[in-house]
């Protein structure tokens, strides 16, 4: 019997799709013209819920990693999976923060006056509908609600299974509260079938979605794109490199690279390949040992480096697989480069153009790294940790796109609109 894969799967004739794509079609009509005042009132009860209701909330997640630690998930999913005391009041913040953002919708932008008296400019409008498909994090179901209602889309989101516990408990008083504030039904729905034929469903489904966003690995990315008739913006695989130029100031440096891949290492901002200027690396490599072996750090060191970090509890020789790898763990890749030069050539072949850094006191290195390196965030003596929609001061994100066309990093409430022309004019006629 042939295996059956996602790309072997037929979509049903009438699923739960057609109903919740119609009801958030029907929603985004109204969702587009309401007031700031009616969306921040509803983001702030579904702030102040959030914190009242987090006994369910936490209850509902427990289930979900008893589940994910019986399939055997690795840690990085697992911790991607966590909602406790201290993620929900984290979430609740940024729900109030999204709520005092200005809102885009009927900004205009670009206004000007023609030669012959015509007032041309842009107006931003929502997008529409958004269909978003997400693994393993529970806190997106709040992210993309919030920006979804504060753009004025409408959005139908498709959670992993693993997570279908946490999901449900979130979108559920997230539907409520925005319901009782004054939000039209449909506008936030959440897909309850687990079947893999709801993927490729939502992926096609151009009568409903305006957008799809998906947000997960590799597999799901690719499926995205080789399957989706619906546009689709891609982003969220990170291959994540800090170089540390020979100006570099070790103090800075040391406790940066340490953040940037302990601070949350299943995140995809989290840093995969360390690239050393050669001639830094006595002074460098082992006060950067000392640190990084405290919290448990394995490394995959080319050969200069291995000589230099003889006696790290954890150390192993790189394999050409390991640089371009996206850990998402306590794995780290370091190679010993000649110059400026190399660095760029590594980043160039093995980076995914999420998040790259450089550390360097060296004013012309700095500029010509951020001019040469080719990522959706590039860095100057900080942490790559800060490529995130709330550090950005977006309040949160839908996700981080790598793709050059729309959106780029970061996508907040900006990034969920698009335009329209405005001609004002005086009974102009064309000559």
Same mark, same amino acid.
């Given at each position: 019997?042939?295996?059956?894969?996602?790309?072997?799967?037929?979509?049903?004739?009438?699923?739960?799709?057609?109903?919740?794509?119609?009801?958030?079609?029907?929603?985004?009509?109204?969702?587009?013209?309401?007031?700031?005042?009616?969306?921040?009132?509803?983001?702030?009860?579904? #702030?102040?819920?959030?914190?009242?209701?987090? #006994?369910?909330?936490?209850?509902?997640?427990?289930?979900? !990693?008893?589940?994910?630690?019986?399939?055997?998930?690795?840690?990085?999913?697992?911790?991607?999976?966590?909602?406790?005391?201290?993620?929900?009041?984290?979430?609740?913040?940024?729900?109030?923060?999204?709520?005092?953002?200005?809102?885009?919708?009927?900004?205009?932008?670009?206004?000007?006056?023609?030669?012959?008296?015509?007032?041309?400019?842009?107006?931003?409008?929502?997008?529409?509908?958004?269909?978003?498909?997400?693994?393993?994090?529970?806190?997106?179901?709040?992210?993309?609600?919030?920006?979804?209602?504060?753009?004025?889309?409408?959005?139908?989101?498709?959670?992993?299974?693993?997570?279908?516990?946490?999901?449900?408990?979130?979108?559920?008083?997230?539907?409520?509260?925005?319901?009782?504030?004054?939000?039209?039904?449909?506008?936030?729905? !959440?897909?309850?079938?687990?079947?893999? #034929?709801?993927?490729?469903?939502?992926?096609?489904?151009?009568?409903?979605?305006?957008?799809?966003?998906?947000?997960? %690995?590799?597999?799901?990315?690719?499926?995205?794109?080789?399957?989706?008739?619906?546009?689709?913006?891609?982003?969220?695989?990170?291959?994540?490199?800090?170089?540390?130029?020979?100006?570099?100031?070790?103090?800075?440096?040391?406790?940066?690279?340490?953040?940037?891949?302990?601070?949350?290492?299943?995140?995809?901002?989290?840093?995969?390949?360390? !690239?050393?200027?050669?001639?830094?690396?006595?002074?460098?490599?082992?006060?950067?040992?000392?640190?990084?072996?405290?919290?448990?750090?394995?490394?995959?060191?080319?050969?200069?480096?291995?000589?230099?970090?003889?006696?790290?509890?954890?150390?192993?020789?790189?394999?050409?697989?390991?640089?371009?790898?996206?850990?998402?763990?306590?794995?780290?890749?370091?190679?010993?480069?000649?110059?400026?030069?190399?660095?760029?050539?590594?980043?160039?072949?093995?980076?995914?153009?999420?998040?790259?850094?450089?550390?360097?006191?060296?004013?012309?290195?700095?500029?010509?790294? !951020?001019?040469?390196?080719?990522?959706?965030?590039?860095?100057?003596?900080?942490?790559?940790?800060?490529?995130?929609?709330?550090?950005?001061?977006?309040?949160?994100?839908?996700?981080?796109?790598?793709?050059?066309?729309?959106?780029?990093?970061?996508?907040?409430?900006?990034?969920?609109?698009?335009?329209?022309?405005?001609?004002? %004019?005086?009974?102009?006629?064309?000559?």
């Amino acid at each position: 019997m042939m295996e059956k894969t996602l790309d072997t799967i037929t979509p049903p004739a009438a699923s739960e799709l057609a109903q919740k794509g119609q009801e958030a079609r029907a929603a985004a009509r109204t969702l587009a013209f309401l007031n700031t005042e009616s969306k921040n009132r509803a983001l702030e009860a579904l #702030a102040r819920a959030l914190i009242d209701q987090k #006994a369910e909330i936490i209850a509902a997640n427990q289930i979900d !990693l008893s589940g994910g630690h019986a399939a055997g998930l690795g840690e990085a999913l697992l911790a991607r999976l966590v909602l406790d005391d201290k993620s929900l009041t984290a979430m609740a913040a940024d729900v109030r923060t999204v709520a005092q953002l200005s809102d885009p919708v009927g900004e205009t932008i670009d206004m000007r006056i023609l030669p012959n008296g015509l007032q041309v400019g842009k107006r931003r409008i929502p997008l529409g509908v958004l269909g978003v498909i997400y693994e393993s994090r529970p806190n997106v179901t709040v992210d993309i609600a919030c920006l979804a209602l504060k753009s004025g889309n409408a959005v139908v989101m498709r959670g992993g299974k693993e997570a279908v516990h946490s999901n449900r408990a979130l979108a559920r008083i997230v539907q409520e509260c925005f319901y009782t504030n004054g939000i039209p039904p449909g506008a936030v729905a !959440l897909m309850q079938d687990q079947d893999r #034929a709801a993927v490729l469903e939502m992926l096609r489904a151009r009568a409903y979605f305006d957008l799809i966003i998906p947000r997960g %690995g590799a597999t799901l990315h690719r499926f995205a794109i080789e399957n989706a008739t619906v546009p689709v913006v891609t982003g969220g695989i990170g291959v994540v490199h800090i170089y540390v130029d020979a100006s570099a100031n070790i103090a800075k440096a040391i406790p940066l690279i340490e953040n940037s891949k302990i601070q949350k290492p299943s995140a995809c901002n989290a840093l995969d390949t360390l !690239l050393v200027h050669r001639s830094i690396v006595p002074q460098l490599l082992p006060l950067l040992g000392a640190t990084l072996k405290k919290s448990g750090v394995r490394l995959h060191v080319d050969d200069t480096a291995m000589d230099t970090l003889a006696g790290y509890p954890d150390l192993e020789p790189a394999q050409p697989a390991d640089f371009g790898h996206e850990w998402l763990s306590m794995d780290l890749s370091v190679k010993i480069v000649d110059d400026f030069d190399a660095a760029l050539d590594h980043i160039y072949s093995y980076g995914s153009g999420h998040s790259e850094a450089i550390l360097t006191e060296n004013y012309s290195n700095a500029q010509r790294f !951020l001019q040469e390196v080719d990522a959706a965030a590039v860095f100057v003596n900080a942490s790559t940790r800060f490529n995130d929609g709330a550090q950005f001061g977006l309040g949160a994100e839908v996700a981080i796109s790598t793709q050059r066309l729309h959106a780029r990093g970061p996508m907040g409430l900006k990034e969920l609109t698009t335009y329209k022309w405005i001609v004002l %004019g005086e009974g102009h006629v064309r000559p």
